[in-house]
């Protein structure tokens, strides 16, 4: 399976790195390909311009940039996000990539008034550091919160069915957890190829 990871992180040192370079590791070994976005390292621009606007309108023409998004996308089977939770939510960068390259025509579009998926993904993904711990996450529904606006809201709106969603609590915390987190991390790297099933998250 050919495989896009998507980072936000601007630090490369950072754990979000970490668990995907796991991940990454071990989906290649598996015998899958994989193509890295990093947007920071790239300086990708999430703020969403008046040529997105004129796109969303239908009045405007994709940008070469954007293009280049939409081509790495379309290249791959599946999508794997690596993102801190920042206000329980993605980083601002990682909504902006979602904001300008998830664009009407091409991951979803109209039809007969109800909208319609886009994108023929196998599957995609979400893997989220985060420092508050697991009670925390169930106790006020942060968990499922971000299940509904991302695997939901973005991939399952844009037709993308099999959804993985991997938080990791306490990431700031003991050495020992952070292993597991590791190990969690390159456990679903070799498994990807397979259709998920609740058990792959922590959360199950
Ligand atoms: C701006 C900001 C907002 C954050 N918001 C949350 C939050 O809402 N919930 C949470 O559990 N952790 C939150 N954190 C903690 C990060 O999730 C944590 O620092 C990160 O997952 C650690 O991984 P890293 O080394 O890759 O940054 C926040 C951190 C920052 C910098």
Not at 18 to 43: C, H, P, Q, R, W
Not at 75 to 80: G, K, V
Not at 102 to 115: I, K, L, R, V, W
Request: charged letters at 20%; a negative charge; aromatic letters at 12%.
């Amino acid at each position: 399976m050919k495989i896009l990871t998507v980072i936000a992180h601007p630090n490369e040192g950072s754990f979000t790195h970490a668990l995907m370079n796991e991940f990454i590791s071990s989906a290649k070994s598996a015998g899958n390909t994989v193509d890295v976005a990093d947007l920071y390292a790239e300086g990708f621009d999430p703020c969403f311009n008046m040529h997105d606007i004129a796109l969303y309108g239908g009045t405007g023409e994709v940008s070469d940039k954007i293009a280049n998004e939409h081509k790495r996308v379309m290249d791959t089977d599946a999508i794997a996000l690596f993102f801190p939770i920042w206000w329980w939510s993605m980083p601002a960068m990682l909504k902006g990539w979602v904001d300008r390259v998830f664009t009407s025509g091409f991951a979803f579009t109209f039809e007969d008034g109800n909208t319609k998926g886009l994108l023929t993904h196998r599957k995609a993904a979400m893997f989220c550091p985060a420092a508050s711990d697991h009670g925390f996450y169930r106790r006020y529904g942060y968990h499922n919160a971000l299940q509904r606006q991302i695997d939901a809201g973005v991939f399952g709106y844009c037709g993308i069915a099999d959804v993985e969603t991997h938080i990791f609590p306490n990431a700031e915390g003991s050495d020992e957890t952070r292993a597991s987190h590791l190990a969690h991390a390159r456990q679903a790297g070799q498994s990807f190829a397979q259709s998920s099933s609740l058990d792959d998250d922590i959360f199950g």
